[in-house]
């Protein structure tokens, strides 16, 4: 059960994400993110990650989402317009992701064993769920990020607000 819920939800977040570039309107792009990221949050949940996915659809699929959508409208963009593109992308970024790709797979492949294996919810059978665990870093190991993460998204909010500020004449 759950490899036939990661195949569908993975080729559902992946078939969201390249409906996301190919889109030419950001509105129809924006919804195919949500697409991306509530397929996410199911991958997450399966893995055992309750929190995180919740986390996944209230952040991401909601506010964020949202921010995004306001945003579009608030610049009033259009259909993007069509271009030929820059010669140099396809002719250096098709075989460059190609050889990136080449590369990884050769990696990943030949040095399985070196990298290891990663044993997925096993450890949360301590009797702790995964949300406490979660907190417990949160608020004692990683307290100052998480704080400088708000302050960071705060400035940027104001200064796009500041951005999008009509002058009077």
């Known amino acids: 059960m759950q490899l036939a819920l990661f195949i569908i939800f993975g080729a559902l977040a992946v078939a969201g994400a390249l409906n996301l570039l190919l889109q030419r309107h950001p509105i129809n792009s924006a919804l195919s993110l949500v697409v991306v990221m509530m397929s996410l949050a199911v991958l997450y949940w399966s893995l055992g990650a309750e929190f995180l996915a919740a986390a996944q659809v209230i952040v991401y699929s909601g506010a964020i989402m949202v921010l995004f959508v306001f945003v579009i409208m608030l610049l009033n963009a259009g259909e993007e317009e069509q271009t030929t593109g820059s010669r140099a992308a396809y002719f250096a970024g098709f075989p460059g992701a190609a050889a990136i790709f080449c590369l990884l797979s050769f990696v990943f492949l030949s040095e399985h ?57």
């Open 113 to 169: 064993k070196a990298l290891g294996f990663a044993n997925i919810g096993g450890h949360l059978d301590s009797g702790i769920d995964n949300i406490a665990q979660i907190s417990q870093v949160l608020f004692t190991k990683q307290l100052l990020p998480f704080e400088v993460t708000s302050i960071l998204i705060l400035v940027a909010i104001l200064g796009a607000v500041v951005l999008a500020r009509k002058e009077e004449q």
